[in-house]
């Protein structure tokens, strides 16, 4: 019975049908009628041998996504249908099908529609790689590469913070992340990217970009996929967290493994801030990574230690957002988005009446960084993207967020502050070494890829930075027009050459995308939508 089952499915598959209403079926076939000749434990292996077919059918989306799939939107562009069949998807949740469904209604344009469509649910459809509501774990992937980056999957869920109030089982998945990334904070502070955890069963990937690194202190590579220190990521699990309570004002996140992990986050900022010699140039050094030996970054300068640093209330960093080196420490936007973070972290903890003392070091933090901000990056009205402390200070951005270009969508300062109105110029232009511009695309790159492949995303950030329509108009169909056909927000677009990008899978800029989006029609309705009435999911 169970092989007849597998090969109807998987003509409903290829066909375009929806493959989870018949597996539904098909189960509840198995319950009421297979246990009363197999037994409740036959019908239960049943279920479990078919659901194990249907998985072994599913393509991997790397590959799917690679290829046009329709039907086409009905627009210009002709755009393909790129969400997974129905019982691939990896996660489903009626109030985001509702989202999709209300923005098909209301967008003008079908082609930016379909591109909603595909976009909006890209984090749950593929990349849910485990999750368990008895464990409270969650395991998400970034798209191509089968590991959890803090920095990643914070921003592969913010659009989807306004439903939490309203879908329990998103709230429910999104705590589990929250307490899967805590273990990882609380056990491995200065790495960012992770293994399934043991409970999944999930094999721990090779990766090969790791293979004779030295980081110290060590690390079980069985648990962490990739050590490079990234202050942003530290960053992202402190947002995924506010946001998650901001929701739903569930304060249950808050356990042991939770603030084990916000202990760790505060000895690396006190590491991280202080110079590198102290005064009687005793060198300090709390972490290095060496790189090289076919790592993808080189190792970091003065054997793994990053150029010295002076003090300056600042936290230094050795690698970016984009996981390249960084020049000088002190990462402006990365120090941005933490003194935002560590505020929101002090009012959460205030209105909970929890960890008072961790409220007062966070208040004391966000204010130290806020004010050496402006007090050290900014000369003549520009931001530096790095500085020293001695004085060097690099003028330059990165498409990767946190960046100078996203510093309103960080909450940081006004996207009308005539400090980010000049940076912005300055960014958008020659001046920045990382800007590039071709007939059919432009933007902001960064050496991740290479200067002639700006990123879709700074053209997301840019459009967060500004209430010019023109000028949002402009960004929102150069993303558009730039997919090759294929309906997902790539890594990179290649001035050159519009079939040349980087990453067809890549599921925060495909979350970032849907969240400009539904800013838009929240904040500016007529431009995108067919009536001037704004719309808020989860409203």
């Excluded at 969240?515 to 989860?538: C, F, H, V």
Aim: charged share 15%; hydrophobic share 35%.
């Amino acid at each position: 019975m169970l092989t007849s089952l597998s090969l109807e499915f998987a003509k409903t598959i290829y066909n375009g049908g929806n493959g989870l209403d018949f597996f539904l079926k098909i189960t509840q076939y198995l319950w009421t009628s297979a246990k009363m000749k197999l037994g409740f434990s036959g019908a239960v292996l049943g279920i479990a041998t078919l659901a194990t077919t249907i998985h072994a059918q599913c393509q991997d989306y790397t590959t799917y996504s690679q290829s046009a799939h329709g039907p086409f939107s009905s627009g210009p562009l002709q755009l393909p249908f790129m969400r997974p069949p129905t019982a691939c998807r990896t996660f489903n949740s009626s109030s985001v099908e509702k989202v999709i469904s209300d923005m098909k209604l209301l967008l003008k344009d079908p082609d930016l529609a379909r591109l909603f469509e595909n976009t909006f649910p890209n984090t749950l459809d593929t990349t849910v790689k485990y999750y368990s509501k008895a464990e409270n774990l969650a395991f998400i992937i970034t798209g191509d590469i089968t590991a959890q980056w803090l920095r990643d999957t914070a921003n592969q869920f913010a659009h989807y913070h306004s439903l939490l109030t309203i879908d329990p089982e998103l709230a429910t998945l999104v705590k589990a992340v929250i307490n899967n990334e805590a273990r990882y904070v609380a056990q491995y502070p200065y790495c960012g990217a992770f293994q399934p955890p043991p409970e999944s069963g999930l094999a721990p990937s090779h990766n090969d970009w790791a293979d004779g690194v030295t980081v110290n202190p060590p690390v079980n590579n069985n648990t962490v996929f990739e050590c490079k220190y990234e202050l942003d990521s530290l960053c992202g699990f402190l947002k995924l967290s506010r946001s998650y309570y901001q929701a739903t004002n569930d304060t249950s996140f808050m356990n042991a493994n939770w603030r084990a992990a916000i202990d760790q986050i505060f000895r690396v900022i006190n590491e991280q801030s202080q110079a590198t010699f102290d005064k009687d140039f005793n060198f300090i050094s709390f972490y290095n990574w060496t790189g090289g030996h076919g790592a993808l970054s080189p190792m970091v300068n003065n054997d793994g230690n990053g150029e010295p640093k002076a003090y300056t209330g600042l936290v230094g960093t050795h690698h970016r957002p984009s996981d390249d080196l960084s020049i000088f420490a002190f990462l402006t936007p990365a120090n941005a988005m933490l003194s935002v973070e560590l505020s929101h972290l002090a009012t959460i903890l205030d209105s909970t009446h929890q960890l008072r003392n961790v409220s007062q070091q966070a208040k004391e933090w966000s204010a130290r960084i806020h004010d050496a901000i402006w007090d050290t990056t900014v000369v003549n009205n520009i931001f530096a993207y790095e500085t020293n402390g001695f004085g060097g200070r690099y003028v330059m951005d990165d498409a990767n967020v946190p960046s100078l270009l996203s510093l309103p969508y960080l909450g940081f300062l006004d996207k009308h502050d005539p400090a980010y109105v000049a940076t912005r110029k300055l960014l958008l232009s020659r001046n920045n070494p990382y800007y590039s511009a071709g007939k059919s695309f432009n933007g902001i790159g960064g050496p991740h890829v290479d200067p002639w492949h700006p990123w879709p995303m700074s053209h997301i950030s840019a459009i967060f930075g500004t209430d010019d329509d023109d000028e949002i108009l402009q960004s929102l169909y150069l993303i558009a027009n730039n997919t090759n056909g294929l309906g997902l927000i790539h890594e990179s677009q290649s001035i050159y050459d519009p079939k040349s990008y980087t990453r067809s899978w890549f599921a925060w800029a495909n979350s970032y995308f849907a969240e400009m989006i539904l800013d838009l029609a929240e904040r500016k309705p007529q431009l995108i939508l067919k009536t001037n009435k704004s719309y808020r999911p989860g409203k």
